[in-house]
């Protein structure tokens, strides 16, 4: 096994201030799109937040991938308790969806705290584990599930508020036991997610260069249709685009966002041509669009075999001590 590298004072104090930014704007993000739960739901989900990072600081200030992964679960969790609350728990009482919310958390904090030395060794890991053992961690995923469905097979929402409060309190108690009893598999899965994101992130560095030229010729594509549309329009005698009301003319706005609407092929439907050559000019951006697509995908391509040549060069170099002919 190889030796464990950790990060400096200093460069560990960061980078937890960057996973504390991470987390607290996605738990402010998601707090806002749930505000419609309550008034007191959005600051439950913030200080649960809080709370979640303060705590695995204090227990593992070497886990930096474990924060990040308990930030990303955590938003998870938020919108899947409100959509599981909204559907079979419609009427249940205010007072009763914090502490069923943060249930499951206390739960897992407390377990976390309790077995905190057996934990540490995982929260610290900086690898991703073999994918075969996904399968048993993600038996604990599997039960949860299988709580929820059984709450959407029994008929909760028809109970009155007072036993749909206590139907979801119970649910969540549930799961909150499932969670404690399985804490060593949810820390796995957490930092398994976090390392997984922290590679996306490297990969995608090395395409800031094709997709920086990409999104420049998307640009260059909107615009230069866009002022197409509108000079076709400002010249023609009638109107060469329907509107929701009938036929209208384009500011170069509305031009724009036919363009770009276009070019994706999302095709909104407020906006339509009504002229043969319209309809034959937007036709030409669609296969420009295409074209545009097969360019990028290349561009991506090269650059992943352009680094893979070059790790295979500077490991040819690291072996032999001698750079390869040519260089």
Do not use: K
């Not at 899947?80 to 919310?101: I, K, T």
């Not at 008929?155 to 009893?181: C, E, F, H, K, T």
């Not at 002022?227 to 010249?235: E, K, T």
Request: aromatic residues 10%; contains cysteine; proline residues 5%.
């Amino acid at each position: 096994m190889s030796a464990r590298r950790h990060r400096p004072a200093g460069a560990q104090l960061r980078a937890w201030l960057r996973a504390v930014g991470f987390t607290l704007v996605l738990s402010f993000i998601v707090a806002w799109g749930v505000g419609d739960e309550g008034r007191m739901f959005p600051f439950v989900v913030i200080g649960a937040a809080a709370l979640g990072l303060g705590v695995l600081y204090w227990l593992f200030p070497r886990g930096l991938h474990f924060a990040f992964g308990t930030a990303a679960g955590l938003a998870i969790y938020a919108s899947l308790f409100v959509v599981l609350g909204r559907a079979q728990f419609p009427e249940a009482p205010g007072w009763s969806r914090p502490p069923a919310f943060l249930l499951p958390v206390l739960a897992f904090l407390a377990m976390a705290w309790w077995r905190r030395h057996a934990l540490e060794r995982i929260a610290e890991r900086e690898t991703v584990r073999e994918l075969d053992e996904l399968s048993h961690t993600g038996t604990w995923l599997l039960l949860s599930a299988a709580i929820g469905i059984l709450c959407f097979a029994l008929p909760i929402n028809r109970l009155a508020p007072l036993g749909q409060g206590l139907a979801l309190l119970a649910a969540m108690a549930s799961i909150a036991l499932l969670v404690a009893l399985s804490v060593r598999d949810v820390v796995r899965l957490l930092v398994d997610v976090s390392v997984i994101m922290e590679e996306i992130g490297n990969r995608t560095r090395h395409l800031l260069v094709p997709a920086a030229a990409f999104l420049l010729m998307y640009a260059l594509l909107v615009v230069g249709f866009a002022s197409a549309y509108r000079i076709a329009d400002a010249l023609s005698l009638h109107p060469l685009f329907h509107g929701p009301n009938g036929p209208i003319r384009i500011s170069y706005s509305d031009s724009l966002h036919f363009s770009v609407a276009t070019l994706s092929t999302v095709g909104y439907g407020d906006i339509q041509p009504r002229d043969d050559g319209v309809r034959v000019l937007a036709s030409l951006e669609v296969v420009a669009g295409q074209l545009l697509l097969l360019f990028g995908v290349a561009e991506i391509l090269r650059a992943r075999r352009t680094r893979r040549e070059d790790a295979a060069s500077l490991d040819r170099t690291d072996r032999t001590g001698h750079s390869p002919p040519g260089e």
